[in-house]
Structure formats: structure tokens, C-alpha cells
């Protein structure tokens, strides 16, 4: 009997051994693997190139106007800066400091004012930028290979300025000014250590009073700047670092954005003796929302957008005609249709887009403190710009099928002409025609959420 419950311990003892072996077979255990994470520490240099447009209020005592000059045009340069990575409760946070210098050619030489509705002579202004330069901080977000940041520190440039009267000149300088610029931008991987940005910059270089032959010009200086970038990042340390899968770009999207504006709206109020040029610089928040669809074949997204926006954009400051005739232009709405080419580097597209612009545009105009004239036209021409689509996460508070983008817009809303009869301090009642030509810089940023397959995988 013993020799019996032996044989039987011992072959239940087999049973369960292979048994557990089987098991084990069936359902082994892996384990997690680890997660590479991009870094952005070290030491990066690149160059930049873009566009910027001015609203440099102005003040002259010899002819009592209120002007904004609106030196515009495009500049390139180049940057070096550092960046530290650390983690924080909201995820990677990235610190770090650029310096950049850029050569430029912003300028602006068509106001002519003074005395033209009264057959006076005009007094013209020129105001040039040619060089300026920066030395910041910046702090942001990392979400793998993208980072969203803000940025601001020191900044200066040359500034020349050129007052002529009666086709004389009255006064000119050329000075480097100093002040502080902020801004925010969104910075992508492009593979390798190549990375490449967009940005918008506020540069303010201070305000300046000169004194001349018993005349006093009062200047303000403020750029805003939007510019695109490449960097390269040097012994940077993501060897390895895997990059995340493609995004599925393919399907409906819809959204909302928010951002700011600013026009450079070249204006004339002519009468029979003459005219007057100056520019209307219309500025302020715009926001509203955004819908589109997105068609992929392989890396290249093809898609179509339309949106629609409510701004705050306004100029009730300029005063012309010897400081008798003030003007207040706003601009209330706009929206485009748009078509939009892209590339898409892993999760992240950079595109191009252009299209069809319509908007509203107000103008009022006051003499004496009496309304003369009033306007009101929906204007219509294009858009044209670019801009980064990201994954968004947050706190994990957004899903895989939330995008951000970061996105400029030159909008041309066409021009117009009106007349009209009013009464103008020192001239009397007269037929007038005012013609303004509605040019808008759109910077903003917003969110998305795509109605497919989840856009993106997590990092």
C-alpha cells in the first residue's frame, strides 16, 4: 500500500509540474518596454527669415497730425541659444536662452501730409529699419520632438528717420535704440538634429522726442515680426530616440483659434486742391473657429479650410489735415477659404495655405468733433501663410485626436473708394474722397479635433 500512494504522489507530483510548465507556455510575461523620450538639451545655432510690419505712432508739432508710420518688409538672420530639459507636473519643461541678428529692410515713406486738402505744401516722412537683434529667454513644453514656448528679453536695432518739408529736408537721424521684446513659437523635429520653428516676435525699441528748429517729433517704435526657422542642434542626445509612428492626417477636422492682428492700410483723403497719404494701422484680438478636411498620400496631406473670425482690430488715433480730420477704422470680421499643402515629419505637419479672404471693414471720420462720413463695405481677396500642426496633450485632459497649430496669415482685403461732402476746420464745406487699401498680418493659434481613426499615437 505504501509503494502505491508513493507511485501516485509522485505521479500527480508529475502532473502538476507539467501542467504548470504548460501554462507557463501558454501566457508568458513581458515586460513593459521602456518609452524613449526626445531631448532638447544642448547647444543649437540656425538661421530665420520672415516678414514684419510696424505701428509707430508719431506726433509733429509743425503739423498738429497724428500718424502711424508702418515700416514693412521682409528679414532673415541667424540664432544660437541653449536649452535645459527637466520634468515638471505639466511634463517636460524646456528652459533656455538665444541670442539672434538680423539684417532687414523694413521701411515706410508714404505718409505726405500738412496741407494738401488746402493746396499747402506737404510734409513727408521716411522711417527706415535696417539691422536689429535680440538676447532672450525661453521657457516651454515639450510633447516629444515638439516644443511650444514663450520667449522675451533685450532687444535693438537702428532706426533712421527723414522729415522733409517743403521738398527740404528738416530732420534726419540714425540711431540704435534699445527696448525688450516677447513672443511665442512652436519648434518641430525634422529628423537627425534638424529642427525647424515658427515664431512671432513684439519688438518695442522705446519711444523718442526730437527737437528741431522749433519743432518737436515725437516717435514710438513697435515691430511685429513673423518668422520662420532651422536649427541644428549640436551633439544633441537622442541617438536613441525612437520616433513616433505617422499620423493619420486623412478626414474631417473642426476647431477654434485665437490670436492677433495688424493692418498696414494704406489711406488718401483727397479734395479739390489736393490729397493726403497716410497709413491706417488697425490692430487687436482675433478669434473664432476653423473647419476643414485633410486627404494623405504618404507623407504629403492635401486638405481644404474654412474659417470664420470676430476681431477687435482698430485705429481711431490718426488725425490728418492739419489735425482737423480724425479717422476710425475697425475692422469687426473676416473669414477665408483656403486650400492646404503639407508635410508630415513623423506626428507633425508643416504646411502652406492660400485662398479666398472676405471681411468687414468700418470707417468713420470726424472734423471739428462732428461725424462727416461714415462707411461700411465687405471687402474680399486672399490669404496666403503657413503654420505647424502638433499632437496637444495636456495633462492628459485631451486625447490622441487633439492637434494644436501655431499658423501666420497675410490677408488682402482689397480697396475702396468713397466720397463725400464735409465741412474740414480751415476749409470749409468741400466734396472729399477717401480711399483706403485693407492689408492684414494675422498670427494665432488653436486646436483641432479630427473626426477619424486617433490622429496620433501617444508618446
Known amino acids: 500500500m505504501k509503494r502505491i500512494l508513493l507511485a501516485s504522489a509522485a505521479l500527480l507530483g508529475t502532473a502538476v509540474s507539467a501542467q504548470a510548465a504548460d501554462m ?22 540656425g538661421v530665420n527669415a520672415g516678414v514684419g510690419t510696424a505701428r509707430d505712432r508719431t506726433g509733429h508739432s509743425f503739423t498738429g497730425d497724428s500718424l502711424y508710420q508702418a515700416p514693412n518688409g521682409g528679414f532673415g538672420g541667424g540664432q544660437i541659444g541653449y536649452n535645459w530639459q527637466a520634468d515638471s507636473l505639466l511634463g517636460p519643461i524646456v528652459y533656455g536662452i538665444e541670442a539672434d541678428i538680423q539684417g532687414a529692410g523694413l521701411s515706410d515713406g508714404y505718409p505726405a501730409v500738412g496741407g494738401g486738402l488746402i493746396g499747402g505744401t506737404l510734409t513727408t516722412y521716411n522711417t527706415k529699419n535696417d539691422w536689429f537683434g535680440t538676447v532672450r529667454g525661453r521657457v516651454g513644453l515639450a510633447t516629444g520632438p515638439v516644443l511650444s514656448y514663450f520667449t522675451g528679453g533685450y532687444a535693438y536695432g537702428n532706426v533712421k528717420t527723414t522729415i522733409t518739408e517743403g521738398g527740404a529736408t528738416a530732420f534726419t537721424n540714425n540711431r540704435t535704440q534699445g527696448g525688450w521684446t516677447v513672443g511665442s513659437g512652436v519648434e518641430a523635429a525634422l529628423g537627425g538634429n534638424w529642427t525647424g520653428k515658427i515664431e512671432y516676435l513684439y519688438l518695442n525699441l522705446g519711444n523718442k522726442s526730437d527737437a528741431f528748429a522749433g519743432q518737436v517729433y515725437a516717435s514710438e517704435f513697435r515691430e511685429s515680426l513673423f518668422r520662420v526657422g532651422l536649427n541644428y542642434r549640436i551633439g544633441g542626445t537622442n541617438a536613441g530616440y525612437t520616433a513616433p509612428v505617422a499620423a493619420n492626417w486623412t478626414g474631417w477636422y473642426l476647431g477654434g483659434n485665437v490670436g492677433s492682428g495688424i493692418g498696414r492700410n494704406r489711406s488718401t483723403l483727397a479734395g479739390a ?110 490669404a496666403v501663410g503657413g503654420g505647424i500642426e502638433t499632437p496637444f496633450k495636456l495633462l492628459g485632459l485631451f486625447g490622441p485626436n487633439w492637434t494644436s497649430k501655431t499658423e501666420y496669415l497675410y490677408v488682402d482685403l482689397g480697396s475702396s473708394s468713397n466720397a463725400f461732402v464735409g465741412t474740414v476746420p480751415g476749409v470749409g464745406a468741400a466734396a472729399l474722397t477717401s480711399s483706403t487699401s485693407v492689408k492684414e498680418h494675422i498670427f494665432r493659434t488653436g486646436l483641432n479635433y479630427h473626426f477619424n481613426t486617433p490622429v496620433v499615437a501617444k508618446y
Do not use: C, H
Request: aromatic share 16%; charged share 15%.
Open 273 to 382: 486742391p489736393g490729397v493726403e497719404s497716410f497709413n491706417l494701422v488697425p490692430d487687436g484680438v482675433v478669434g473664432g473657429v476653423q473647419a476643414g478636411y485633410n486627404w494623405q498620400a504618404g507623407n504629403w496631406v492635401y486638405g481644404i479650410e474654412a474659417d470664420i473670425q470676430g476681431s477687435s482690430q482698430k485705429d481711431n488715433k490718426t488725425t490728418v489735415a492739419l489735425g482737423g480730420v480724425a479717422y476710425d477704422q475697425k475692422l469687426p470680421w473676416f473669414g477665408t477659404v483656403r486650400g492646404r499643402l503639407g508635410y508630415s515629419v513623423g506626428q507633425t505637419l508643416f504646411y502652406a495655405t492660400g485662398g479666398y479672404a472676405y471681411g468687414s471693414v468700418k470707417t468713420k471720420i470726424n472734423a471739428g468733433g462732428v461725424q462727416i462720413a461714415s462707411f461700411s463695405k465687405t471687402g474680399d481677396g486672399y
Open 24 to 45: 507557463a507556455a501558454k501566457a508568458p510575461y513581458y515586460k513593459a518596454p521602456l518609452v524613449s523620450v526626445y531631448n532638447w538639451t544642448g547647444f543649437y545655432i
